[in-house]
């Protein structure tokens, strides 16, 4: 019973994550999405995008924008992780980016390699002047990166 890293399609990725995520709808694009299959069933995926932040669209920063592991399956979102960035680096980008949620260890990030960069403060994005539902929790969000081209950076991230 071991995880294989699998190819997979946006729309199944997407597909995936609506069925299965515990807090998020499948993301509006992606640039890429890998799989991982345990006895050659789909148990996890995760989506690659453009960064949904301004600041990081770079051109050379990619962002894995959903994560999403059927439960009982440990080290599948390790796997999902290394493998999004080995692929984000054969396809030329410096860095990969994700958010987790402040409450959320940051485990499997941490055994594929990633560092914590920044906690942001949290909130709503209503506003008098836009009103807006919040679709997603509201608590403060930890970014983390993998660089994958570290000779590129003269200066750390924000």
Same mark, same amino acid.
């Given at each position: 019973?071991?995880?294989?890293?699998?190819?997979?399609?946006i729309r199944a990725a997407k597909r995936f994550v609506a069925v299965h995520h515990r807090h998020h %709808?499948?993301? *509006?694009? @992606? #640039?890429?999405?890998?799989?991982?299959?345990?006895?050659?069933? #789909?148990?996890?995926?995760?989506?690659?995008?453009?960064?949904? =932040?301004?600041? !990081? *669209?770079?051109?050379?920063? +990619?962002? %894995?924008?959903? #994560?999403?592991? *059927?439960?009982?399956?440990?080290?599948? +979102?390790?796997? !999902?992780?290394? @493998? @999004?960035?080995? %692929? =984000?680096? @054969? #396809?030329?980008? $410096?860095?990969?980016?994700?958010?987790?949620?402040?409450?959320?260890?940051?485990?499997?990030?941490? %055994?594929?390699? $990633?560092?914590?960069?920044h906690t942001t403060r949290g909130g709503s994005w209503d506003c008098p002047s836009r009103p807006r539902?919040?679709?997603?929790?509201?608590?403060?969000?930890?970014? $983390?990166?993998?660089?994958? =081209?570290?000779?590129?950076?003269?200066?750390?991230?924000?």
């Amino acid at each position: 019973m071991t995880l294989r890293i699998t190819p997979c399609t946006i729309r199944a990725a997407k597909r995936f994550v609506a069925v299965h995520h515990r807090h998020h %709808a499948p993301p *509006q694009g @992606a #640039l890429f999405a890998v799989g991982v299959a345990r006895d050659g069933v #789909l148990v996890g995926v995760a989506t690659v995008g453009r960064p949904v =932040a301004r600041g !990081l *669209q770079d051109g050379v920063t +990619c962002e %894995a924008t959903r #994560l999403c592991v *059927q439960e009982d399956n440990p080290n599948a +979102c390790s796997v !999902l992780y290394g @493998a @999004a960035a080995r %692929a =984000a680096k @054969a #396809l030329g980008y $410096w860095r990969i980016v994700t958010y987790t949620l402040a409450s959320e260890p940051g485990t499997s990030l941490r %055994a594929a390699g $990633w560092q914590r960069v920044h906690t942001t403060r949290g909130g709503s994005w209503d506003c008098p002047s836009r009103p807006r539902r919040d679709k997603a929790p509201t608590e403060p969000k930890v970014l $983390w990166e993998c660089r994958l =081209a570290p000779e590129a950076f003269s200066t750390p991230t924000p």
